[in-house]
Structure formats: structure tokens, C-alpha cells
């Protein structure tokens, strides 16, 4: 089964971007054969969704960057998670209650650490496929 | 085909966090999801210096799995050495981190320098139940912060092991009396769970002349591994010692190997006995007048509590017994040995006894038994409801217990036997008032 990825990160080659300040995604497909590459960028057009609202009411942090829900203000985070909303998981250097719950909703697994993409790749597409293959998780 | 297993009466490995949490000032740090710590730690009685709700846990979830969860354990320890004032702390892991591979041996000798010491325990639910888990826990506790060093051993000086805590209610009343027994006929006890024991108790352990052992086999294991460790022999007594005729037996074996001196022995078992006889014969008349309270009784409990009831109630009581069940998932290599406790009771009767974990099976048993009367049931609270069905008079001696809070009692020694009587006895009067 292949699958999309969902990567935050600034600099393409390490996993370093809180979901929260995420603008881009660099999006990885994994094919059947557990190979995987670089498909491209799915990127948040944030001044369009400023546009409709008002950032600086949110009580957090003023500037709307923590995804706080306050009426009459745009919920990043959510528009963050509808624009990874056919990924399988998404990794990001840290993320909070509340955007595990969003993905939850679109059943993506979250997963916040510090480490290169390369690493967090090899890791998540070995996990997945004994899941898939419903073999055990023993590292052998 | 798979194998269902109805109402277990066991925990699994990590459920010996409870053995650590029995050791005073020592607290469990739980690699582990949290659910694992939150059913575990489910237990009445369970508060104190420490209680499970704040047992350090490193929570692990689909990260850790996929990623591996050291760096949080380390974290966890870190944080744990520097805001919780304990004397011991006992890492012990759950089944997730020790099938994707963490290497928690590693994290834990990490801290080899610590001002306090850190063991590390393998509980993963895969290697055992609780009982087995708290081998692993003493294990880890000897085999790590003990020093193998030449003590010189203190005559007189015997190490009590016994009972599980907490899975056994009476365990703290039971280690009291026993040791009050053994200093009565002139030793020295030493016991790390309960009141005022802890890390002193456990640094005492390889001054003693002997280590006792009184259950039927957990805890062997690590009689072996003191005795190789720190030279010292051990006497395994594999009946919990219930009432006069098993208690005197026992002290007279104890002051043999122990070396005590045995005149003083006698003196002291005679004035135990005299006392429970006493007693006995005061009780004689409601000893006959219910005497159609139970033909036949069941024992349903772990190895412990099924061979010292059974050995208490026909050697001291006069009743006959009926199937009874260990449900504690006894080691294969021990049963044998077990079941000829069971062939040696007084009277030349003889016990017939099932290693079953299964309490759908031991219930049918119960349902279909002709017990030629009421049946009289001691086990745990899962056996209220078939006893009850069958007009039966039932005793929660076992876990899960549910309806008796248990602080300091026991049913170890001669008071313990009179007790035990007692317990038995306010049931059955029960029926008659």
C-alpha cells in the first residue's frame, strides 16, 4: 500500500519545524516496495487565510501562530491539518495536545522529533510495513 | 485455535511495581504506556509515601515504538533522582519497550553513579505474571545494589521471604507474625516489605546466617541467587505455616537448620499451643453444632494459600477436602513437587489438586461437585457468586478481594489459624442467625 508523509522542515534535510510555525510541508510518497521519494510541496497560503481573520484577538500568543480557536479568528492549525489530510503520518519537531487531536480526526499519526528526514523516513516506512504485514514489532 | 482464559487472578510482570512500592521509601519508574501503570496500580490500601498516581512513567506511545524510547527513560530517571526523595529506585519495564528492543540496561548503568542507587527490572508482561515479576524485582534489588562483598555473617540472623505484596492481602500481617515467631525462639528476622524496613533491611541481607523461604516456590530462584552471591544457605519451608499442628512443625524446622536453641523452642511452641488449644476447646461446642456447615471444602488461591489452607483445615480442623485449585500459573517444574504436599496431610488423607488458571473451569467445577452439604469455598471474590448459587459458605482468602479490608491481619502461625477460624466461622453462624 503506498502512502503519503508529511515532513516539516526548513532546511530539507532535517526534521525541524513545529507543526505550529509549519507554512510548508515537503510531502514523501512511500510505494509498495517500500521505496520512497520527494514528490513536492504542499504550502499554506497564509496572508489569504489572514485575510478572513483576525490573528492578533488570540489571548495565547497575540500573533495566532499557536492555533488557538477563539471565535472570529482562522485556526491555522486546522488548515494546517486539511492540507495533509491525505497523509498517513506527519513529523514535525514538536506539536501540541491539540493538533494530535485535529489529525486524529483524519486518523494521521503524529510524530514530533528532532532528527534528519532521512532517519525519520527509514524508521516510519519500517514500522508501518510490519504493521501492515501485521508481523511483530521485535526488532530482529 | 486460540485459548480464552476466563477472570485470571494475576497481574502481569510489571504488576510487581506493587513489590517495590511494599519496600519503604523505594518507588518503581515505569517504562511503560501509560494504561499499563494506570490498571496496575489499581489496589486498595495502595496510598502512602508513595502511591502508583505518582510513580514516574515514561508513557510511552507510537513515537517511542517507532523510534525507540531511551532518551525519554533517561529523561524520566533524570527527573525522577532529582524531585522525588527516595532511597531506591527500581526502573521496570512493560511489554512495548522490550519488543521494539530498548535497551534499558543500558540508559539504567548510566546512572551507575547516582547519589541513589537505580536496578533495573525486566517485567515485561510476556515473561510472566506478577509473581514472576517479583522475583525479577528482588532479583534486581540483590543482583544490582547489593555489592558481593565477604560480610561476615551475624549469627542468628535469618532473611524472611514470604509472601507477594499486595497480591497477597495478609502479606504485611503474615511477614510480622512470622518474624515475631522466629524471634520468640531466640533468632533475629530481617525482612525488607512493610513498616519500617527498607533500604536498612535490605543492606542487612548478606550479613544473614540463613535466608527463609515459606512459600511452595516463588522466590526460589532467588534463594539461589544469595546463596551463590553471599554464601548464605537457605531453607525452603514450602507450606505457609496455618494453625498449631503445620506452625509447630515449622519452628521446630527452622530452629534445627537456624541452629536456635531448641529446649527454648519447645518451651515456646508449648505456650502457643496450650493457648490455641484453649481456645479450640472453649469454641468445642459451636466446633459440633455446625458441624453440617461443610462436608467437603475448595481452596481456590495461589500454590501458597491452596496448600496452607488445605494443610490447616484438615490437619487443625478435621475436614475433608474436595478439589482444590492453584490458579497462580504454577512453573511446570514445580508441581510435582507441590502435589505431593497435597498427598501428605494427617490422617492419611489425601487432597486432590488442579493447576488451573482458568476460572470458567473451576467454576464448573464448584457448580457440579457434589459437596454432600454446603459447600465451603475460600478463594477470591470471583468464587462469591457460584458459591452463593449453590448455598455454599464462602471466605474471600485470595485476590481479586473485594468485599474485606485487610491492614495489618493474618492467617500466618497459631493466631493466625485462630483467626482464620474466626473468619470462617462468622460466615457460617451467619446462616443460622
Redesign the interface.
Known amino acids: 500500500m503506498s502512502y503519503l508523509i508529511a515532513i516539516s522542515t526548513h532546511n530539507g534535510i532535517d526534521v525541524d519545524v513545529p507543526f505550529g510555525h509549519a507554512e510548508k510541508f515537503a510531502l514523501i510518497e512511500v510505494s509498495n516496495n517500500l521505496s520512497w521519494r520527494h514528490i513536492g510541496e504542499r504550502t499554506l497560503n497564509v496572508t489569504d487565510l489572514e485575510s478572513h481573520g483576525d490573528n492578533s484577538k488570540c489571548s495565547s500568543c497575540g500573533s495566532g501562530s499557536c492555533g488557538g480557536d477563539e471565535p472570529g479568528r482562522v485556526d491555522l492549525h486546522a488548515a494546517r491539518v486539511e492540507l495533509i489530510k491525505d497523509c498517513r503520518c506527519v513529523v514535525c519537531s514538536c506539536a501540541g495536545p491539540r493538533v494530535f487531536r485535529l489529525l486524529a480526526q483524519y486518523n494521521i499519526a503524529c510524530f514530533d522529533i528532532v532528527c534528519r528526514i532521512q532517519e525519520a523516513i527509514d524508521s516510519i516506512v519500517k514500522y508501518y510495513d510490519k504493521v501492515d504485514r501485521g508481523v511483530s514489532l521485535r526488532d530482529s | 485455535m486460540a485459548k480464552l482464559l476466563d477472570k485470571q487472578r494475576y497481574k502481569c510482570a510489571m504488576g510487581a511495581m506493587q513489590s517495590v512500592q511494599a519496600i519503604n521509601r523505594a518507588i518503581p519508574i515505569l517504562h511503560s504506556g501509560p494504561g499499563c501503570a494506570q490498571k496496575l496500580g489499581d489496589v486498595v490500601g495502595g496510598s502512602g509515601y508513595f502511591s502508583p498516581n505518582i510513580f514516574p512513567c515514561t508513557s510511552i506511545n ?2 517511542d ?3 525507540g524510547g531511551v532518551k525519554k527513560l533517561h529523561t524520566t530517571i533524570e527527573n525522577a533522582l532529582r524531585v522525588i526523595d527516595a532511597d531506591l529506585y527500581v526502573v521496570m519495564t512493560g511489554c512495548i519497550p522490550e ?3 530498548d535497551d534499558v540496561q543500558s540508559v539504567v548503568d548510566e546512572f551507575a553513579d547516582a547519589d541513589k542507587p537505580v536496578v533495573f527490572a525486566s517485567t515485561a508482561g510476556f515473561k510472566g505474571n506478577n509473581y514472576k515479576g517479583y522475583e525479577a524485582v528482588i532479583s534486581a534489588i540483590t543482583g544490582q545494589y547489593l555489592k558481593k562483598t565477604n560480610v561476615e555473617k551475624e549469627k542468628g540472623l535469618v532473611n524472611i521471604w514470604a509472601d507477594v505484596p499486595y497480591q497477597d492481602l495478609f502479606w504485611l500481617g503474615n511477614i510480622q507474625e512470622l518474624s515475631r515467631l522466629l524471634e520468640e525462639i531466640g533468632l533475629k528476622a530481617n525482612f525488607i516489605f512493610g513498616y519500617n524496613r527498607g533500604i536498612s533491611a535490605i543492606n542487612r541481607i548478606p550479613a544473614a546466617a540463613l535466608n527463609l523461604l515459606v512459600s511452595p516456590w516463588v522466590g526460589e530462584r532467588n534463594m539461589k541467587e544469595l546463596e551463590k552471591k553471599f554464601g548464605t544457605p537457605y531453607l525452603h519451608y514450602p507450606v505457609l505455616p496455618i494453625g498449631a499442628f503445620e506452625t509447630s512443625k515449622f519452628l521446630r524446622k527452622v530452629a534445627e537448620v537456624a541452629g536456635a536453641d531448641k529446649e527454648l523452642a519447645e518451651e515456646v511452641i508449648k505456650k502457643h499451643e496450650d493457648y490455641y488449644y484453649y481456645l479450640i476447646e472453649r469454641y468445642a461446642d459451636m466446633f459440633l453444632e455446625a458441624r453440617v456447615m461443610a462436608k467437603q471444602f475448595t481452596v481456590v488461591a495461589d500454590a501458597q494459600y491452596t496448600l496452607g489452607i488445605t494443610k490447616f483445615l484438615v490437619n487443625d480442623l478435621g475436614l475433608t477436602p474436595a478439589r482444590q485449585f492453584i490458579a497462580d500459573d504454577t512453573p511446570k517444574e514445580f508441581q510435582e513437587a507441590i502435589t505431593k504436599e497435597f498427598q501428605n496431610l494427617n490422617y492419611g488423607i489425601k487432597a486432590e489438586v488442579e493447576f488451573q488458571t482458568d476460572s470458567y473451569k473451576i467454576h464448573q467445577y464448584i457448580d457440579t461437585h457434589d459437596y454432600h452439604g454446603y459447600p465451603l469455598v475460600l478463594g477470591g471474590y470471583y468464587e462469591k457468586e457460584v458459591t452463593t448459587a449453590n448455598s455454599g459458605h464462602f471466605l474471600n482468602i485470595s485476590w481479586p478481594v473485594d468485599d474485606k479490608v485487610v491492614m495489618d491481619d493474618f492467617y500466618v502461625g497459631y493466631t493466625g489459624g485462630i483467626r482464620l477460624i474466626e473468619d470462617i466461622y462468622s460466615v457460617v453462624l451467619q446462616r443460622w442467625n
Open positions: 507510537e513515537k515504538v517507532v523510534f519488543i521494539v528492543g
